[in-house]
């Protein structure tokens, strides 16, 4: 399905996809980029965006965004995950930058946006905490001004590729008094500051994506709150938006419906009564794409004409995570016995994996993808979003 | 139906509850999933001790007559604790095929070791193109004098890195997918021709797949009978498997329950929430009628009532489904920490899904289901 394109839309969906063909890095076509690859491997692509100008297409044209409409924004996004590049690091690029373009002040933009651009500086996310998931706003760590500096002393927790980053975005508390979303203040931390520990979380599927970050007693200068304190929840909230939108993830789970057909071909013989059953159940999930990724384009068409979709958003990451899931489960069922089997993670080139090529990472993406119901606010609280702020209940 | 268990099978059933409680915790097991060879030696020493390894074998052989039924109770406590150590492979399925079809010699060279804890075995079945099909078969056997050579390959053997005999399933004649001609035969895991290549499955034991060049082999029952045999044996892992689940589903079921009390939300604990309320009933519910259909098919194992292949896919698809659904929500229910290696919630999880695949997966059995009724 495609949005009914302009001449000129047309054309610029040409060039972003023979500019991907001719210049995404071979060295990032990996089993799975999202655990396969090292940190300066994947930051090849951000820097060939960054060079070309496009590593930003949310931001506005004066901070270094491409100045693109939305329509131009949705096909640059449609082809870049039709073509399967691993997206830029959304915590930095998507999440903390137009926080920062948005609420922060001069010193701040000119110091972090350039930086974000380049790839120079890596972001992580410092939300939850472990008693504060769903229930954001009662993060408890704590930031005490000192003179010109905060003390920050906390716990924070599922922090995606915390052993990467350069800085972490911080919800932290700067009034106890009053009621939670109130106290809450939005501090950026240098992750190389005294008292900053990472401490790695290994998932069921073997890998290592998520941290605990401890925080104790690290001094942080004021000129690294943005905005105003205890002003952080507004801002915080703003992210989440931001969040949500790209959740529906029709590229994502396009390919792998492609790539789940070639496997069931391969697999099961077409005399095989269980080869009919996959293709009903193929077909079933591809028609829930299809519904949802008509949905995305009406909502486009209507964000192009200046219409605010709201907390519709939450319906792309309920409705684009169980689809994934869906297929992820799928998958691993098609590989028969090779289901039984995954890839011992780091990966390395002595770990053998028996079966098929193609059935190497079905273990580990099915057990993995049992996350996106649950992260970014789970599939409960979203539905608790749409029935209070769409069905008024 | 409920099961009256007898004093014997009670006792069985807290003996087992009382050694997983002291010598099986998760650290415990966690460590031996870690160590070298990823299982316990000395554990499968202690369950050969307290005879768990003799309690389903006739006592004709050598066992404590206990029939599926003490396997239903060793399996239920096994999938509570996680146990990795290969009940299954060894004693339900290898002994099960042994005893079924071993001639009289073959039965007193191969059951006591079983019995006694010095021998592990694993069931070589599956090749690359088998996926859940006995019959599929590419492997072949011929005979030399007394004894038969085999050639293949076979692929994702559970437990075979651990295993001192395999049992091969191998082509004596008739095509690829011809069921008559597949015969089984006891193979030498060392033996001349016999290479494994390792690796770690999804729920933390291993497998290998394993190419066999000109391997010596003896044949274990007639030539051509290899998939009816594989067929039976099939129902009685089944019978064993779905009580792992079931096992499983309880600490689940009790563990997300426990959760749902203790963490707190928006002020209140998340099990007050109505949504999640219900969805802990319908697990619940999934948990009652797992147990019940696990009993219902042990109970026919027990007995060796007619019909019984038909009631073991129905109940390998029921309970597989039931699992699946609990092993979803629980992982769902605790959030973050479900996904995470260090709670068991997790390995439950992976656990589930091997089980679920192990023999064929739901989807598969329910259409066994429905097309042995049409065929009846």
Known sequence: MELALSAEDAAFRDEVRAFIADNYPAEMRVPNPETDLTKEQSLLWHRILHKKGWIAPLWPKEYGGPGWTVTQRFIFEQETSRAGTLPPLAFSVTMVAPVIYTFGNEAQKKKFLPRILSGEDWWCQGYSEPGSGSDLATVRTKAVREGDHYVVNGHKTWTTLAQHADWIFCLVRTDPNVKPQSGISFLLIDMKSPGVT???IIT????????????????????????????????????????????????RSTRYLRKLKQIVKA?????????????????????????LEATELRVVAQMARGIDPGPAASLFKIRGTEIFQDITELTHRAIGNYGLAIREHPVSANCFMPGPDYGHTASEKYLNARKLSIYGGSNEIQRNIIAKAVLGL | MDIQFTEEQELLRSSVQRLLRDQYDFEARRKIVASEEGFSRTR???????????????????????????????????????????FVETVVLAGGLIERL?????????IPGIIDGSRIWALAWTERASRFDFANVATKARREGGDYVLSGEKTMVMAAPWADHLIVSARTAGDNRD????????????????????????????AAEISLREV?????????????????????AIGALCAEVVGAIGELNAATLDYSKTRKQFGTTIGSFQVLQHRMVDMFIAHQEALSLMQHLNLSLNAGDSGLSRLASGAKS???????????????????????????????????????????????????????????
């Open chain 1, 198 to 200: 990472v401490r790695p």
């Open chain 1, 204 to 251: 069921i599927d073997g890998s290592h994506e998520v941290n605990d970050v401890f925080l104790e007693n690290v001094r942080v200068p004021v000129e690294n709150l943005v905005g105003e304190e205890n002003k952080g929840w507004t801002y915080a909230k703003f992210l989440l938006g931001n969040e949500r939108t790209s959740m529906a993830g029709i590229g």
């Open chain 1, 267 to 291: 697999e099961i013989p077409a005399d095989d009564p269980a080869h009919l059953e996959f293709l009903r159940d193929i077909a079933r999930v591809e028609l829930d794409v299809l519904a």
């Open chain 2, 44 to 86: 499968w020493k202690v369950f050969a001790e307290l005879g768990l390894l003799a309690a389903p074998f006739s006592e004709d052989a050598g066992g404590l007559g206990g029939g599926p039924l003490s396997t239903m109770i060793v399996m239920q406590e096994f999938g509570r604790h996680l146990v990795v150590e290969p």
């Open chain 2, 102 to 110: 071993g001639t009289s010699e073959q039965k007193q060279g191969f």
């Open chain 2, 179 to 206: 069921r008559g001609g597949v015969s089984l035969f006891v193979v030498e895991r060392h033996a001349a021709g016999v290479n494994l290549q390792s690796f770690k499955s999804i729920d933390g034991r291993r």
């Open chain 2, 216 to 236: 010596r082999g003896q044949l274990l029952g007639a030539e051509g009978e290899g998939v009816a045999a594989l067929e039976t044996c099939r129902d009685r």
């Open chain 2, 318 to 376: 029921k309970i597989g489904y039931a699992g699946k659904f609990v092993a979803d929500q629980a992982v769902q229910l605790h959030g973050g920490m479900g996904m995470t290696d260090e709670l068991n919630v997790g390995h439950y999880f992976k656990r589930i899904s091997s089980i679920n695949i192990q023999f064929g997966d739901p989807a598969f059995h329910v259409l066994r289901y429905a097309q042995l009724d049409a065929a009846a």
